[in-house]
Every structure is written in C-alpha cells, then in structure tokens.
C-alpha cells in the first residue's frame, strides 16, 4: 500500500474511538485543571479568574483533610491485605483442593455482583444488635456495637467490604501468572530440598513479580474509584470519618452545587493517582529486573 | 509399565500411610475463607426466601416464600430498570466493539505518524478514567442536552482505552501471511478486518465483552448523576434509591431487590463460570 494512503487509512480508523476518547477524557481532565483556577458561576454571578483561591480554600478546609487521610487509610489498609489474600487465595486454588471449583467460585462470586448491591447486604451484617456480627458477637458475650455509626469503627467496617470485593479478582491474575510457572522449578527446589515456604519466598514470589505490579496499579486506582458501597451504607458519615475523596467531588459538585471547588479536588486526586502510578511502575520494575 | 507402578505402590505403602496435615490444613484454611467469602450471599439467599420474621432467626425448617421477590417486583418498576440496564449494555459493548476494533487495527497494522503518540494517550484512560471526570462530563452532558438519557450514561465508555489495547495485542499477534492471502483475493484493508483479524480474535471479543457487560452492569456512580428519571434509569441506580428512599421497607424485600438485581449476572456467572474466569484471566494478562 503506498505510505500516503496507509497514512489516512489509519488516521480514519481511528477518528471516531480517539473523538470520543478526546471528548470524555482528556478534554476533561484538562478543562478540570483550568476551572480549578475559576470560581464557580452562581446565578447572575459569571465564574471569574481566582487564580489558586480555590487551591487555598483546599488547605484550609478540614473536611478534605479529614477525607484524604481516610482514602489514605483506606489504601494503605485495602491494597496490602487483598493483595496478600489474593496471593493466597490463588495458591489454593491452584493446587491440589477437595472441591477446588465451589471455592474458586465463592472467592470470585464478590467481583460480578454490584458493589451497591452487595453493600445492602453487608448493611444488614453490621446492623447493631439483629445483624449477624452482633449476633455471633452475643453468643460469646459481646455488647452490642454501632459499627457504622461509631467514627472509630466504621473505616474499617468499608474497608472489609472493599477487601472481600476485591481480593478474589486479583486471585485470577496471579492464578493466570501460577499457571504460566514451569512445574519442572517446583521439581528442581524439591529435588534441592526446598521447604514450601523458601520455594515461595525465592522462585514463586518472584515470578509474580510482574502481575503484582499490575494488580498493585489496579489496586491503586480502585482504591479511589470504589466508593458505591458509601452511598448505601453511609453517606459518608458520621461526621465524614467514612467519606472517602470521589465521594466528596460528587458531594461537593452535585450537592453543593460548587464545580470549581470539585474540579480542585479533582485535580488533586489525579495528580495523585498519577504520582502513584508513575512511581509503582518504576520502584517495581526495577525489582522486576533485578531478579 | 504396570509392573513398575506396582513396585512404585509396594515402595510407597512401605511406610505406613501418613495423614498429611499440611494438605489437611491448607484445604481446611481455603474452605473455611470460602465459606466466609460466601457468607454474605448466603445470607441474602436465606433471607430473601423467608418471610421477615426469620431474618435474623435461623431455624432449619423455617417457612419458604417467594413472596418478598413478588413485593420487591411491584413496590418499584424493577421491570423498567432492567430494560434500561439491558439496554445500556447492549449499546455500550455494541460501541466498544466497533470502535474499539476500527482503533485496534489501525495501531496494529498501519505505520502512520502519531500513532505512538496518540497510543500513549489511550493507555493514558486506563489511569484518568471517565469515572473520576464526573464534574466535566456532567457539563458536557448538559452542554449536549443529553442528560437524562441511556446515551448519556454509555458514551464516555465507548472508546475505551483497555478494549482498543486488548484488541491491539490480539490483532498484533495475528501472523501477516494469512493477511496477505486475503489481500491476494482482492480484499482491501476493512474486508482483511473483517475476514481474517475479526474471526481470529473471537476469544478476546468473548473475553472482552464478559468484563465489559459485567462492570456496566455493576456501575452506579455515573448513572447515579447522569439519570433522574424512571425511563433511563439502571438497576443499580433503581436499587439505592428503592433500599434507600423507604426505610420503613423490611430486609427481606431489600434482599429480595439486591438479588434481583445481581440475578442475571450471578446465574451467567454460575452457568459460565469457567469462560468467566478464562475471560478475567485473559484480559488481565499482558
């Protein structure tokens, strides 16, 4: 094909995907930058050039800070445990296992049901008083405890359900990674005499290297982007010790109606993400390599 | 041969038969977080097929019913969000399918300037994702009049960064001779699309759709702000707002709604499990 048509055969193909992808994405996250530096237009008021007044306001406001530290917990918490419990996870279900198939489907089962589905049930598990935990809690003598309604308590109680959501799918990438592991090395550490452990710990861990940095990347954005379960269960409350960042844009744009101050946020979350991501994949790679 | 697995037996049943409590332990550590990742579901199913006074009262022999799915069905028009839902699936994959292919082949098969450029940009939305531009995608809605339709919901996902990807690493593995035998016959570039690199991807299409119909069918937040109204509405969005508006509504129904909601998707999960699986596993596997 001569080179200028293969050119326009190509820039065609991809018109209508990179419009759309231009139109929802990138236009918006750059349009997001530029109303952060505007106030937001309020009846006869037009929205004026305030230049980093709302960037400001963001330091100065406690209910960010009270946010970004719970979204901060919420990560540092959620990514490391369902990480660790995917890893195990898919270590059973890639073995030998009596009824492999009901437990790979009950560790999977969380990931196809709608999080804002599910959060009704898990609701109902943290119900003070009739809700299975307090329940079991009773037959051993407990007291009756609020979980969503305690600022102490119900972080945590989001970050169980964000966990059990999210642990069994990324078992099904280091499962795909296990597979893909030549059984003559496990042959090769027995023969050496290597404990199950050591065997993990240099040949198995290692090799998984790779998809932990992808599932560690996915972690890092579900972490922001996984907050269903916090308009069913709590709104964010009490007191915002439970509302976590994408949970405040949306409060902030569509119930208070302020788009500057929510695009800042925004902003601030996207530079985060990609700080996170940006240095993820360098710190891992080269480990990856280093192996 | 069988003499040899004969003495191998007589080898190993020379000591005697050990318990293995590594094994014992491990299957019993799986089932025991099987069970309790299980739990929450188990207890909606418990729930939802008992009559209310049992949901927090577990009896063996309590009383079946059905009716909460009947209360469920008619205290909200679940009849109406699941067409919507089906709907915006259905448009959704439709889109995803056709551009993303249209993108996916021009990045796989044809040298023009830009495209590293611009490939670099659509791997860029697997980070800065629509889900998280909800303030500017609102104005552009409302700029565009769509807001309040299914249209509205589904078209920042329709060129989407992780399909044309997916689709690229397929088509790039496709070899270029079956390419050139096409183009021998007379076929131009969408006819060698569409008769060689279309055929040959069938399992990431299948894996690619699975992914796509079940995170659209779960989405909530996008939908939640973009639809206001019964005629647009998805399931999930029906659902908060059924489990959240009446809270005089007992458990059961609320269970009974949760369930029907996720229904469709969990019996095509239970019924394709494997491909399901397959398909998670394949998309995520660079």
């Known amino acids: 094909m001569p080179r200028r048509i293969e050119w326009v055969y190509g820039w065609l193909l991809l018109t209508p995907a990179l419009f759309l992808l ?6 918006p996250a750059v349009k997001t930058v530029v109303d952060s530096f505007f106030s937001t237009a309020r009846g006869a008021r037009p929205s004026t050039f305030v230049g980093l007044d709302n960037y400001r306001l963001l330091m100065e406001d406690p209910v960010f800070w009270q946010v970004f530290s719970n979204n901060v917990w ?12 995917a890893i195990v996870m898919a270590l059973w279900v890639d073995g030998k296992l009596t009824g492999r198939g009901f437990v790979r489907m ?11 589905a599910v959060a009704n049930i898990w609701m109902f598990f943290y119900t003070p008083g009739f809700g299975l935990i307090d329940q079991i809690r009773s037959l051993f003598g407990g007291a009756q405890v609020n979980w969503l309604g305690d600022p102490d308590l119900v972080l945590g109680a989001v970050i169980v ?6 642990a069994g799918f990324f078992m099904i990438f280091y499962l795909a990674a296990l597979q893909s592991i030549p059984p003559s090395l496990r042959e090769a550490a027995a023969i050496e005499g290597a404990s199950r452990w050591t065997f993990f710990r240099r040949v198995t861990f290692p090799l998984l290297m790779p998809t932990t940095l992808f599932v560690s990347i996915n972690a890092v954005i579900n972490s922001v982007r996984l907050v269903d379960h916090i308009f069913v269960m709590t709104e964010g409350g009490p007191d915002n010790h439970s509302s976590l960042l994408l949970f405040y844009i949306y409060e902030t744009a569509f119930k208070f109606w302020d788009t500057a101050y929510a695009a800042t946020l925004t902003v601030v979350v996207l530079a985060i993400l990609s700080v996170l991501a940006i240095g993820q994949f360098y710190l891992v790679d080269k480990k990856v390599h280093y192996r | 041969m069988s003499a040899l697995d004969a003495s191998n037996g007589a080898a190993a049943a020379a000591p005697p038969a050990r318990f293995d409590v590594d094994r014992a332990l491990n299957t019993a550590g799986a089932w025991a977080l099987g069970i309790l990742w299980f739990l929450p579901l188990i207890y909606a199913v418990w729930t939802a097929i008992h009559p209310g006074e049992f949901a927090t009262r577990f009896e063996l022999f309590a009383p079946l019913t059905v009716e909460n799915f009947v209360n469920a069905w008619t205290a909200a028009p679940f009849a ?9 699936v259905t448009f959704i994959l439709a889109g995803q399918f056709v551009l993303c292919t249209l993108a996916a082949y021009a990045f796989a098969r044809f040298r023009f300037p830009g495209s590293s450029v611009l490939f670099t940009l659509v791997l860029l939305q697997l980070l800065v994702m629509p889900d998280i531009l909800i303030v500017e995608n609102y104005a552009t ?20 960064g992780f399909g044309i990807f997916l689709l690229r690493q397929t088509f790039m593995t496709v070899p270029k001779e079956l390419e050139e035998a096409a183009r021998v016959e007379g076929a131009g570039p969408i006819g060698v699309l569409w008769k060689v690199y279309v055929p040959l991807a069938k399992p990431t299409y299948l894996a690619y759709g699975l992914v796509s119909v079940s995170h659209h069918w779960n989405n909530f937040l996008w939908p939640l702000i973009i639809t206001n109204s019964v005629e647009t509405r998805p399931v999930t969005v029906g659902l908060s707002i059924f489990s959240a508006v009446d809270q005089g509504i007992d458990w059961s129904i609320i269970t009974a709604a949760t369930l029907m909601t996720s ?3 969990l019996i095509a999960f239970l019924l394709f499990q494997r491909q399901f699986v397959q398909s ?3 998309a995520g596997i660079k």
């Open chain 1, 106 to 116: 009950a560790y999977f089962a969380p990931t196809v049901l709608p999080l804002i």
């Open chain 1, 161 to 166: 359900v964000a966990i059990w959501k999210e």
């Open chain 2, 263 to 265: 229904g469709p998707l």
């Open chain 2, 141 to 160: 809605m409302r700029m565009l009049g769509l807001v309040d339709t299914i249209v509205a919901i589904g078209l920042p996902y329709v060129a989407s």
């Open chain 1, 74 to 85: 919420y990560a540092l918490i959620t990514i490391p445990v369902s990480i660790a419990l």
């Open chain 2, 280 to 282: 998670f596993m394949r």
């Open chain 1, 22 to 27: 231009f139109a929802f994405t990138h236009v």
């Open chain 2, 80 to 88: 109406r969000y699941f067409l919507n839902t089906v709907l915006l």
